[in-house]
């Protein structure tokens, strides 16, 4: 739940007013008092000329008025209550009626003249803009129901052309403008076209950044424009740090939401685990990259922490932790972030194997084999699962076990011709034993 945004509060009253603003709410407060003034002048005269439907509508304004200072409402409601106070002013004011001949007075004339005239314009201003943001809904509504990226942004480009003051328009065409460069990229290195890869690229940044600036107190429009720079870490130098930096300045406006340092240690994460892909053995590159990784490390670390103090209970953030505390081998700091949500998450085989393998390279064994029996209880075509417990039983002398999880395994369709596990289990029908005890982690998963 920390990570929903609610667009409505729990009453109408704070909607009027993070909506329509002050003027909205001084709008309200206006009709407000008016309803008020009036009824007080009714009953202020001795005897007060109410019928039963007057006195049905009144009561109804009046509980639909209470009624905004404690529920939100809905399209129906607000209907309603507008409706309401319609038949409130046709019931209540016809009672005292002015005439104005505009004809005496050149004045008033030129008044009335004026005010039909700036109301005339007003009137057709509305429909103009209104037509405006229509049609680029429109076009919005059909980018988002086309299957081909290049489709939907002519589409999104064609409602940016109507109305390019929509914050919604540029966040998708960002993302869509990430997928044709992905998309791009896909291509064989002969097939690629450095101008479109440049075009894309460019044009993602950039319509992510006019979405901050369209709205940039939107917090969704931070939190793309990251997602853009995060994503254009393996082709930018110092995207990781841009992205930090739109990730802070969202949580800036939700400032309770914990899901941005989980993003921002994420991105951190990924880039420990790009740069270690990258190192070499030995040299000073090798200790450069492995300083690049460290650091990376501590910031996940940090990040993680931060999303961890705002939302005490946030899985997502504690199991990402833990895996920052693998990377740093501190197993066991690892395997007391992975038990404080295993109660939680007790279905869940994948995180019952991720344990298993802390608990093993820790050299708690006992755990470890438990943990890994209950992946294979909760998910029996687990191969990954079966493998490593198949090895331990190996390491425990247990060989007819070990053939039983090997034999498990190649039952499974997918891993019927599976030359690895064929060799182990031929290998112990013919009595190798070829795991020393502490090894069964050296065995790549399958």
Do not use: C
């Amino acid at each position: 739940m920390s990570g929903i945004k609610f667009f409505e509060s729990t009453a109408q009253i704070f909607n009027v007013a993070v909506h329509g603003g002050l003027v909205g709410l001084a709008g309200l407060f206006f009709a407000i008092f008016m309803i008020g003034w009036s009824l007080f002048k009714i009953f202020k005269s001795k005897v007060p000329d109410l019928d039963s439907e007057s006195v049905g509508i009144a009561s109804s304004v009046i509980a639909a008025v209470i009624a905004m200072f404690f529920y939100p409402f809905n399209l129906a409601l607000i209907f309603t209550f507008y409706s309401l106070l319609a038949l409130f002013v046709l019931t209540f004011w016809d009672r005292e009626k002015k005439t104005y001949d505009v004809e005496k007075k050149a004045s008033l004339s030129l008044i009335s003249s004026l005010g039909f005239i700036g109301g005339l314009i007003l009137t057709l201003l509305g429909v103009y803009f209104v037509s405006l943001n229509y049609v680029a809904d429109l076009k919005y509504v059909k980018a988002l129901n086309q299957t081909e990226i290049k489709s939907a942004m002519d589409y999104v480009i064609e409602a940016i052309n109507w109305n390019e003051k929509d914050d919604r328009y540029y966040r998708l065409s960002s993302q869509l403008a990430l997928n044709l460069l992905s998309s791009e990229l896909s291509k064989p290195q002969a097939d690629q076209k450095a101008e479109n890869v440049q075009n894309y690229l460019s044009s993602a940044v950039a319509l992510a950044q006019k979405a901050t600036q369209v709205a940039p107190q939107e917090s969704n429009n931070w939190n793309n424009l990251a997602n853009v720079y995060q994503n254009l870490m393996q082709l930018v130098n110092g995207a990781d740090a841009l992205a930090e930096s739109a990730y802070l300045r969202a949580s800036e406006l939700r400032p309770g939401d914990p899901s941005f340092h989980n993003r921002i240690g994420s991105m951190y994460l990924f880039k420990a685990d790009l740069v270690r892909q990258l190192m070499v053995a030995g040299g000073a590159s090798a200790q450069q990259l492995n300083q690049q990784v460290g650091a990376a490390l501590l910031k996940s670390e940090d990040a993680f922490k931060q999303a961890i103090e705002l939302s005490s209970n946030f899985g997502l953030a504690i199991y990402n932790l833990g895996a920052v505390y693998e990377r740093q081998n501190k197993l066991n700091e690892a395997i007391g972030q992975l038990e404080k949500i295993a109660p939680f998450n007790s279905n869940q085989a994948g995180l019952a194997f991720e344990l298993g393998l802390l608990y093993y390279r820790a050299n708690q064994k006992g755990k470890s084999f438990e943990q890994l029996q209950r992946a294979v209880v909760l998910f029996p075509d687990y191969a990954n699962a079966r493998w490593y417990l198949a090895l331990i039983y190996e390491e425990r002398g247990e060989i007819d076990q070990a053939k039983e999880q090997l034999e498990r395994i190649l039952s499974i369709e997918a891993n019927k011709d599976n030359q690895i596990v064929l060799s182990k289990l031929s290998e112990l029908d013919a009595g190798k034993v070829s795991i020393p005890p502490g090894k069964v982690l050296d065995q790549k998963p399958l």
